[in-house]
């Protein structure tokens, strides 16, 4: 019943920055672990980051710790990843995914899952 829909990603050269966000649908937003997942071509879907429901506490990947931060908002049902120091191997599709519980690293965790919005960084 929750549809997740990820927005903002794009083509940034090496060194810029850029913020992903995600929509998602229904009342209980408040009460889901949100988190972010990326699929790079050829390479299988890994953990960015993942914020709890009230958005106090987060964990991230070793690869984009102290780069990027996760946030959401939940009077606006949103979510957020702003990622700094881009490179280019943090390209990807980038993937927003929701959860009723603790949070999670691992994709299997998530029950709800947004369609996708594709991050490529330029050397």
């Known amino acids: 019943q929750v549809q997740l829909v990820e927005s903002g990603g794009g083509l940034v050269q090496a060194g810029g920055s850029l913020r992903l966000s995600c929509a998602a649908s229904?009342?209980?937003?408040?009460?889901?672990?949100m988190a972010w997942f990326r699929q790079a071509p050829g390479k299988e879907r890994e953990f960015v980051a993942a914020?709890?429901?009230?958005?106090?506490?987060?964990d991230y990947s070793d690869s984009v710790k102290d780069r990027f931060t996760i946030s959401r908002d939940n009077t606006k049902n949103t979510v957020y990843l702003q990622m700094n120091s881009l490179k280019p191997e943090d390209t990807a599709v980038y993937y927003c995914?929701?959860?009723?519980?603790?949070?999670?690293?691992?994709?299997?965790?998530?029950?709800?899952w947004g369609q996708g919005t594709q991050v490529t960084v330029s050397s």
């Open positions: 914020v709890s429901s009230s958005g106090g506490a987060t």
């Open positions: 229904g009342r209980t937003f408040g009460s889901y672990v």
């Open positions: 995914a929701g959860r009723y519980g603790s949070r999670a690293v691992y994709a299997s965790a998530y029950a709800y």
